[in-house]
């Protein structure tokens, strides 16, 4: 907002220099961005937070200066002769959107005579940051930045039947702006029409068929309150940011319409001549009222951490123009023109602007306190961070927002979303993480880890939404690219790579390997897919991305990821562990080829053999899955390294042949396993 600082000592007495003006203005939450000098007088830039639109015109801002100083603020008061002719005779006013439209306030002056307005007029235009057109015009502008009100001035004798229609526009419907340009308009706009079209878009900009123009001899003005919602929608959807959209759009006091009218119709006599038609057109289907709000002079000094006497108190708020009642608290009747007073506290705010927040003493914070920590969450965060980045994986994070995928199922679709991208709440990480390998993909990186801890979102029968946190991880090429001595082909990601990072997750966090139950799973390769299990409780899922998703989101070759349940996982996180010496005896190392029919899961044997092995087994992993000759056809061979050790004897061959003995008993019973020698 440009205020000429000029313009300002019409409405209140100031013996300030502009800069301890500004400063003044700033302190008390009016900033003044900048002090420039346009037509050799400064001007403010002032920044106005949406919830002020009442310091969007120079009245405002000379009530609030008025306030800070402790002067006399002297508003306008229009004062003008009217003629014999009456204004409900020579037009009629329809509102057919109430809701949009709750106020519309019309005069008509006849025989003017358009031309040039004054030069001092012009003047203030311009610093305000407006164009000088003709006298009528200029008026109508004049008071937009001196009160706040946009109005709008039509040729009376261009309007048909005299007779101005608000209403919604209708399909199809268009209309020429004054700046030329065709619009074109659809139910959910709001147009001011007359008997045949229309003939401007209500809170934007009038229509170039009903302007004023050097030909016109009767005015008819209008003066509304239209809803701010609807005309943003309109401004938005148009593309068109003007002085009046920006102040409806924000909210205008609805008290204005008839004192601005009254204030341009002074103004236009004074400039253009002609007759004042007696009388206003206001159509105000509702009701404006004003509401109370209860002040406590107590709750308002413990807030404020300063003793202001409650006198004082209803001193700075009649200052800024609110009715004061007193009792054992101060009851405060907010005038329309001050919307964003809605409760105790912004009253409070108001009381402490006026003090000056430079007035209320320092003081360190007292009592007892406790020392911060991360939440039990955060640090398990923490923890699976660090552990996957261990893992050669690098941290992301994306919008909770997303698009729908074929195979994503029901999501929690937004009201007002911003585009189809960003229209749901996300119900898996995985998606959100394959978008980062395709964008990275389409810039020439191919080997890519990347892994999320997110919030996701899924949505139920009843209307309920379950929020949770969810760990996912997703890689493709190699980890290994800058490493001289692996050949590439070599190091490729593939599902046991993900696997690994799951049970390296699972082995430092909870102690235990989880097991993975290959199974048939929406958005995966229908044979390069598991479900992750835990004490039988389904904890996540991993598998090779399908063709289907790998194309959608322009992957290069192969993909794999995993998602795990947060909470299931920090559910199961073992405590802290006791410190077991180092044992004294030696370990004793078996190598033990079993084969069984392919369809017999790894995870069947390793749990037969942990079995068999008992309290003595230290460690027991797979290192190396052969198939073909001179194995039979379906069938493989499956290498493990078994380590014994005991805590207190060194252990001798016979008792580990005996081990060795059960674990083949138990193999060949359960799995039909036979052996082969290593």
């Not at 074109?184 to 123009?213: C, F, K, N, Y």
């Not at 912004?346 to 003081?363: F, M, Q, W």
């Not at 003995?661 to 052996?675: C, D, I, P, Q, Y």
């Amino acid at each position: 907002m440009l205020v000429p600082v000029e313009w300002l000592r019409e409405f209140v007495d100031l013996d300030l220099a502009p800069e301890a003006l500004a400063n003044l203005l700033t302190m008390a939450g009016l900033e003044v961005d900048e002090i420039a000098v346009l037509e050799n007088e400064p001007v403010f830039s002032t920044y106005v937070t949406p919830n002020r639109p009442d310091l969007l015109s120079v009245v405002g801002t000379a009530r609030e200066v008025s306030a800070l100083l402790n002067t006399e603020f002297r508003p306008p008061s229009p004062k003008f002769l009217e003629g014999k002719s009456r204004t409900a005779d020579l037009a009629k006013i329809t509102i057919e959107s109430p809701v949009n439209c709750p106020r519309y306030s019309a005069r008509v002056i006849t025989n003017v005579k358009v031309g040039p307005s004054p030069s001092w007029i012009q003047k203030r235009l311009i610093q305000g940051g407006l164009r000088p057109i003709n006298n009528i015009v200029d008026a109508t502008n004049y008071v937009l930045l001196e009160l706040g009100q946009p109005l709008h001035a039509f040729d009376y004798d261009l309007i048909a039947n005299h007779h101005i229609i608000v209403r919604q526009a209708r399909a199809g419907e268009k209309i020429t702006t004054i700046d030329g340009e065709e619009r074109l308009l659809d139910e959910a706009m709001l147009i001011i029409a007359d008997a045949e079209r229309p003939v401007a878009i209500a809170g934007v900009m009038g229509g170039l068929e009903t302007e004023v123009s050097a030909k016109t001899k009767n005015v008819l003005l209008e003066s509304a309150h239209f809803n701010p919602v609807s005309i943003r929608r309109t401004s938005k959807k148009l593309g068109m940011n003007t002085e009046a959209s920006y102040r409806f759009e924000r909210y205008v006091d609805p008290a204005l319409t008839t004192y601005a009218l009254d204030r341009v119709a002074q103004l236009t006599a004074e400039w253009a001549g002609g007759e004042i038609c007696a009388g206003i057109i206001d159509v105000c289907p509702g009701k404006f009222a004003t509401h109370t709000i209860e002040l406590r002079p107590e709750r308002a000094n413990l807030l404020l951490g300063v003793e202001i006497p409650s006198d004082q108190m209803a001193d700075y708020l009649s200052r800024l123009g609110l009715e004061v009642k007193h009792g054992k608290t101060l009851t405060v009747t907010i005038p329309t023109f001050r919307p964003d007073l809605r409760r105790e506290a912004d009253l409070i705010e108001e009381v402490g602007r006026l003090h000056g927040y430079d007035a209320i003493p320092e003081k360190l914070p007292e009592g007892e306190t406790i020392q911060g920590s991360d939440s039990p969450q955060g640090a398990f965060a923490s923890q699976v961070s660090e552990i996957l980045i261990s893992c050669g994986l690098q941290e992301v994070l994306t919008h909770t927002l997303s698009a729908q995928l074929p195979h994503e199922g029901d999501m929690v679709t937004l009201k007002n979303f911003i585009s189809e991208d960003l229209s749901r709440l996300r119900k898996h990480l995985i998606p959100n993480l394959l978008g980062v390998i395709g964008y990275n993909a389409s810039r020439g990186i191919r080997d890519i880890g990347v892994f999320e801890i997110g919030r996701v979102f899924e949505p139920h029968d009843d209307d309920t939404i379950t929020e949770r946190l969810s760990i996912a991880a997703s890689i493709t090429g190699s980890l290994w690219e800058n490493t001289w001595n692996i050949d590439r082909d070599s190091s490729i990601a593939d599902f046991f790579t993900a696997k690994g990072m799951v049970e390296t997750l699972f082995d430092r966090l909870v102690g235990r390997e989880p097991s993975f139950k290959q199974a048939e799973i929406a958005g995966f390769h229908p044979k390069r897919a598991a479900e992750i299990y835990i004490d039988d409780a389904k904890v996540g899922i991993i598998g090779e991305v399908s063709a289907e998703i790998s194309e959608h989101f322009d992957l290069p070759d192969r993909t794999y990821a995993f998602e795990l349940d947060f909470d299931e996982l920090m559910s199961r996180q073992r405590g802290a562990e006791a410190y077991k010496p180092l044992s004294k005896f030696p370990a004793v190392t078996r190598d033990l080829a079993v084969v069984v029919s392919e369809e017999i899961e790894y995870q069947r044997v390793k749990e037969l053999l942990v079995e068999g092995a008992g309290d003595l087994l230290e460690r027991l992993w797979l290192f190396d899955v052969y198939k073909g000759p001179p194995l039979a056809p379906g069938h493989k061979n499956l290498a493990f390294r078994i380590v014994f050790r005991s805590a207190d004897r060194t252990l001798r061959d016979e008792e580990i042949d005996g081990r060795i003995t059960r674990m083949k008993e138990l193999l060949a019973r359960e799995v039909a396993a036979s052996f082969r020698e290593t």
